[in-house]
């Protein structure tokens, strides 16, 4: 649905907002400024030339609640389509970083009025992505006020007054508004639509961080194994291993690519190559496949598990990469030695927001202790920063449409979580895809990267979806290039159908795969 350009009915000036307020709030500062003719430029993003648009600024306060938070809108001067976008954060950032940055230009360029938002989580105007500064008040006490900013209360106070702003400015406010994240953003995504699922008409969910206070444990359950076995092995013998598998596993689909396209059909033994020899170049010497390393292995695959040996959460497909930076199998090694290296987010959480208290030694955890850590992450946190109440009616009787893809090569968040949450709310409302889809994409990794194909095409099907009321029923996934500029295309196919190889044609043509 194509609207004609709006220009605004009044000046880019500070006293054009003013009558702005929110409720339970207070407006401590506010600012515009007119941008003209710009070009911008932010990672993962190309650059963005001739922008015109005003920006807002505000900063505002809960009274009572010390919290000092900021919000960004960017309106469109000269090609305002009367919409609305939002854009999510990552990581421990509600936004307001480069990232959304890049998001904004490209929905300023499309006619977009955006905006991002900081929680309140900055030092010195700068996005906090780790919470050290501020997740304790003290040892022992946990900035609960934070953490609701961070989880839900932020998300809706954004929301109302860049709507307002887009009102104050244009004369009307936005004739549909969209949600666009993924990772922490997509945990957005779905924060919104659980709790405020009247303030968006479409909102793109990806690769959502939902039940954050469960995975963020269980995603340290490898480095609680090494630290039990006090073996931390090499990343070459832990990449033999998901290699091993791949090998196994890649051509059951038909189509030999390095992608284990249904990770529910591989059911690779990784204790089969045990003794295996390991060409690694940062070891002493010749090294074979230990039994710890199959041991950390069989923990990311197969996900934490209790003293009583019964499953706490979900294990990565063995595709996935599981060592590097984000790795949960990543170890440090220097001259021939290795020692632990937790996931940042999951070391982060566990340490001040279970522990609460930075400096524990979580090396010398038990089983008892960990098993502690997960059932008080999710007693105290579920409410708060969960993000899985499956009850999404509210936001089907308010007309709102949700897409969520998710790469089944997802190195941090297991796809297996974001399928348990729509089977759940299936179960509440067998109508779920009515107005909420889910799309898998074999060989992504988490949000971008891996093999598999990227939905860049996936916003607009949302946008169609709400605007003319065509749901997709696929998505168009495409690879990044290889060395010689090759590209495989495929299409996502809608939960619960899997992507199959039709067993004839070029198999880097989505024609010649099916949903089945």
């Not at 850590?373 to 009787?397: A, C, E, K, M, W």
Request: with cysteine; hydrophobic share 35%; glycine share 10%.
């Amino acid at each position: 649905m194509n609207f004609p350009l709006t220009s605004p009915l009044f000046s880019c000036i500070s006293s054009t907002f003013s009558n702005v307020t929110l409720f339970g709030a207070s407006i401590i500062e506010l600012g515009a400024t007119q941008l003209t003719n710009v070009s911008l430029a932010y990672p993962y993003y190309p650059t963005y030339s001739g922008l015109n648009f005003c920006n807002v600024s505000v900063t505002y306060t809960h009274p009572g609640q010390n919290d000092t938070l900021r919000v960004q809108v960017w309106l469109p001067s000269t090609t305002y389509t009367e919409r609305m976008q939002g854009i999510g954060g990552g990581s421990y950032g509600a936004g307001l970083n480069d990232v959304a940055f890049g998001g904004m230009a490209l929905a300023v360029s499309e006619g977009y009025a955006a905006v991002t938002l900081d929680a309140g989580l900055t030092s010195q105007k700068t996005v906090d992505l780790q919470p050290e500064d501020w997740a304790l008040l003290s040892p022992g006490n946990v900035d609960l006020y934070a953490l609701q900013n961070l989880a839900s209360v932020s998300l809706s106070d954004a929301t109302l007054l860049a709507k307002d702003f887009v009102e104050s400015y244009y004369g009307e406010p936005p004739k549909f508004s969209y949600w666009n994240g993924c990772s922490q953003g997509g945990r957005q995504g779905l924060m919104l639509a659980q709790q405020y699922p009247d303030l968006y008409d479409g909102i793109l969910a990806a690769s959502p961080a939902i039940s954050w206070n469960k995975w963020a444990v269980g995603d340290y359950y490898p480095t609680f194994v090494m630290d039990q076995l006090k073996q931390y092995p090499y990343a070459c013998e832990v990449e033999a291993i998901r290699t091993a598998a791949i090998d196994a596993c890649d051509g059951l689909d038909g189509v030999v690519d390095g992608i284990i396209t249904d990770p529910e059909a591989c059911h690779f033994d990784p204790s089969t190559v045990v003794g295996g020899p390991v060409n690694c170049s940062d070891a002493a010497g010749p090294l074979t496949i230990s039994d710890a390393a199959v041991k950390v292995v069989q923990a990311v695959w197969g996900g934490a598990r209790d003293a009583r040996n019964e499953s706490l959460w979900f294990g990565l497909n063995k595709d996935a990469a599981i060592t590097g930076s984000s790795g949960l199998a990543e170890t440090s090694c220097t001259n021939g030695m290795c020692s632990r290296s937790p996931p940042p987010l999951c070391n982060t959480w566990l340490q001040y927001f279970l522990a609460k208290d930075p400096s524990i030694d979580l090396s010398t955890m038990t089983q008892t202790y960990y098993d502690d850590l997960f059932r008080i992450s999710v007693q105290q946190y579920t409410s708060i920063y969960g993000t899985d109440d499956p009850d999404l009616r509210p936001f089907r009787d308010s007309g709102g449409k949700m897409i969520t893809y998710h790469g089944l090569s997802d190195v941090l968040i297991p796809p297996t979580n974001t399928q348990h949450y729509y089977d759940a709310a299936t179960a509440v409302d067998q109508s779920v895809q009515d107005y909420y889809r889910l799309f898998f994409s074999p060989g992504l990794g988490h949000c971008v990267g891996g093999l598999g194909g990227y939905p860049a095409g996936a916003f607009d099907a949302l946008q169609t979806w709400v605007e003319n009321g065509t749901a997709p029923d696929t998505l168009l996934g495409t690879s990044a290039a290889d060395s010689e500029g090759n590209i495989n295309e495929r299409p996502l196919c809608l939960y619960p159908k899997k992507q199959v190889y039709t067993g004839s044609g070029n198999t880097s043509v989505a024609e010649n795969f099916a949903c089945e």
